[in-house]
């Protein structure tokens, strides 16, 4: 046990002084020999392990992250498989099965836009290379499917730093492919088969370890009742690049639905009772779903309790959300700012706060309340998100009465 400690310790060593050399300019090529002579027999598991003990320890996760190029470069083709009597990955409608679906269909993507980049000089073809660009961006619907689905489960086991990690390069081809579109609407060519091979790798580079690194993880931890609600959810988020994705219905989930159809059939809940009025359950969630806007409420232990679910929502939200930390929530390059608004509504400091942003035709209006009850104790924090374009474009007026009626 002694030596096994002391190995894992020097483990974490090694990475802390590869990540630096990485930091003081050298390349992953430069690493990957040390890398690869420290780690290359251990599991995917346990380097995750180590990882997440550096980010622990303080070491930002943005540091970690100049890892993956790494694990890209020594791993490739050598990390063993996890076999299993019956992989789940082949049972179609498995989230597992469908991940490796759209991972099948970006690659094919990608190879289309590697086809026709050498001919991008050529105004005839830019416009077909445009379009295929543009979609590639349906790989943003993979993404939010992981950081929303997989992620939070990922989490209630304790696997906290590949998330952290992997949300980030997520992001960082978010932006890479968000530019190419933008030269490439610009008609700007000039460096762009660089970027765009650059983007590429990027993306092939993310498969790898989606499927050798996250996927292994989530199959050994996660129940088949947590697979079922991840399936359940993912036709809401959409895919990417594929179609007819079919229902997944355990044999073993029968018992299960049987007891959920039984709850069903149960008596509605009794009333609520609120200081202004009575609502029925399923008046109360009905009155929050149609409200034009998207709630979120986290409570005084910083944990999601609660979203509304609109019909219009703006950003994604998954059951699979409840419980978990409402920093695990956020792009590792944002995460800081809601922390410190956090910081502050405990503190007393700030009672609100407003951000808006433009996303497409949406102008989108993001608020935060800090809840306290009728003592001033800190209950929480309520986020209100809104679309207010349509209201930006009202003009006029409309009245509940028209003027020919207002006398009568």
Same mark, same amino acid.
């Given at each position: ?55 622990? +320890? +303080? ?17 490739? #083709? ?98 890479? =492919? ?36 996250? =996927? ?26 594929? !179609? ?25 809940? #009794? ?27 986290? !409570? ?47 503190? +007393?400091?700030?009672?609100?706060? !407003?951000?808006?942003?433009?996303? +497409? !035709?949406?102008?989108? =209006? ?9 003592? #001033? ?29 207002? #006398?009568?």
């Amino acid at each position: 046990m002694t030596a096994e400690i002391n190995n894992r310790e020097y483990r974490q060593q090694v990475l802390a002084e590869l990540i630096k050399e990485l930091h003081d300019g050298k390349s992953a090529d430069e690493v990957k020999e040390k890398f690869a002579s420290v780690f290359g027999n251990v599991s995917a598991e346990e380097i995750a392990q180590a990882e997440q003990a550096l980010i622990e +320890g +303080g070491l930002p996760v943005a540091e970690v992250q100049r890892l993956c190029d790494v694990h890209a470069a020594v791993f490739k #083709g050598s990390i063993a498989e996890i076999h299993r009597p019956s992989d789940p990955s082949h049972i179609p409608g498995h989230p597992a099965h469908t991940l490796k679906a759209e991972n099948r269909a970006i690659e094919k993507q990608v190879e289309k836009i590697r086809g026709k980049l050498v001919l991008a000089a050529n105004p005839n073809e830019a416009q077909a290379l445009k379009d295929e660009v543009v979609r590639l961006g349906e790989i943003d619907r993979h993404y939010t499917k992981k950081e929303n689905l997989f992620f939070p489960y990922m989490e209630q086991y304790g696997i906290t730093a590949p998330p952290k990690v992997m949300w980030g390069v997520d992001d960082e081809i978010r932006q890479e =492919l968000k530019a190419v579109r933008a030269k490439l609407e610009n008609g700007d060519i000039e460096g762009l088969p660089q970027q765009l091979e650059t983007l590429l790798t990027k993306i092939t580079d993310m498969i790898f370890k989606e499927e050798n690194i996250m =996927l292994p993880m989530l199959l050994e931890n996660l129940t088949q009742d947590e697979w079922k609600i991840i399936a359940d959810e993912s036709p809401e988020l959409g895919y990417c690049l594929i !179609d007819d994705v079919p229902l997944w219905q355990p044999a073993s989930d029968k018992e299960a639905q049987a007891v959920r159809q039984e709850q069903q059939q149960s008596p509605a809940p #009794g009333m609520i009772t609120l200081p202004t009025g009575m609502l029925k359950a399923e008046e109360l969630t009905r009155l929050l779903d149609t409200l034009p806007i998207d709630i979120t409420f986290v !409570d005084k232990d910083d944990t999601v309790k609660y979203f509304s679910q609109n019909a219009e929502r703006i950003f994604p939200r998954t059951k699979a959300i409840i419980g978990r930390k409402v920093s695990n929530c956020h792009p590792p390059a944002s995460v800081h700012i809601v922390e410190k608004l956090v910081e502050d509504f405990k503190a +007393g400091r700030k009672d609100q706060e !407003d951000f808006w942003i433009k996303m +497409g !035709d949406k102008y989108i =209006l993001i608020r935060y309340f800090a809840l306290r009850s009728e003592a #001033g104790e800190y209950l929480g924090v309520l986020e209100v998100t809104q679309n207010i374009r349509p209201i930006q474009d009202i003009q006029g007026e409309k009245r509940l009465v028209t003027d020919e009626n207002q #006398g009568k």
